[in-house]
């Protein structure tokens, strides 16, 4: 068994230059917020496990390429035929502000049904989990397939792990409380930005409170630039995040993530955990792409060098 499963949709990823409508060049990866935390985990030594559908295309062949190549185990994947892989396309408008635009509905992608879960979980139960809001919002069967990757991990006592990660395009906050909700009984840890807790908790109601309620052990707040909190029951713990250059915080909750479960895979304490994570999360804002500048184990100390060093 694998220490983390996670599963999704990733898609083949352009970055342009500039405006989109100028024309130009644009530099082809692959992005996912499922692979991108895979791929952090993978490059921290852990073994992991990323389950989903690609196109029979060339776009496909990329992803499960790349992932392959950064030592994620793809084996459970499938290939659907008759279904394109998505794709996502990142453009620089203005200064820092990027606009993002989705080719995704009718993706082979969105095909991710409960039988690569099933096939995910042959050969025994991983010991995390990893989910976020994004799959469940891609359809009925990618939904279906979250509710079973959940109850099995539970059922098999494995540590289940929830990203919000809220996607209003894709569902409204209404129909994300619906779906997610009903799936905290059965989870560990909540990650989530501050601006996604109303989709768990009623407005008026205090967030911890109600999460631990609902039988959630640990919860994880991210705010960007602010840093982020980690609190249990009995503890709350609080970093500033890194100071690093910001040259693109796309996918930077995906990396703070693989650092989060990095330190817990690892047995850290929940201050080490967090720092982990605001390590790796300040590493994904320092470097272009998703998951391109993302640290492996012994990069981990990098951003403890005085800034402008060389290292030899
Ligand atoms: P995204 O959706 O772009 O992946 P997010 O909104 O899920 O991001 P953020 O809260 O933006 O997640 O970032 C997650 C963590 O990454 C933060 O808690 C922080 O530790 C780190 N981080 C984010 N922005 C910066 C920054 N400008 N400088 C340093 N660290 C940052």
Known sequence: PVDV?????TMAAFRAGGPLRLGGQ???SIAGA??????????????????????????GALVLRTLR???????????AAGAPTGLIIFEPRVADLIRVTYYRSGSAGSRLSEAEVVAAFEGGAPRVLHVTGITPALGDAPRAAVTRA????KAAGATVCLDVNHRARLWSVE?????????LPSVDLVVASDDELPVLVDPGADPLTTLFAAGVREVVVKRGGDGASAHTPHLTVERPARRVPVVDTVGAGDAFVAGYLSG??????????????????????AARGDWEGLPTRAELGLLDAVPGTTVR
């Open 5 to 9: 499963l996670t599963l999704g949709e």
């Open 26 to 28: 644009l530099s082809l």
């Open 34 to 59: 499922e692979a991108n935390v895979a791929i952090g985990l993978a490059r921290l030594g852990h073994t992991v496990r990323w389950v989903g559908v690609t196109g029979a295309d060339e776009l």
């Open 69 to 79: 190549a950064e030592g994620v185990d793809v084996s459970a994947c499938t290939v």
């Open 150 to 153: 959940v109850a099995e991990a």
């Open 175 to 183: 129909r994300a409380a619906a779906t997610l909700r009903p799936l």
């Open 264 to 285: 817990l895979l690892d047995g850290t304490d929940l201050p080490g955990r967090l720092d982990r994570a605001v390590t790796t999360g300040a590493f994904a804002v």
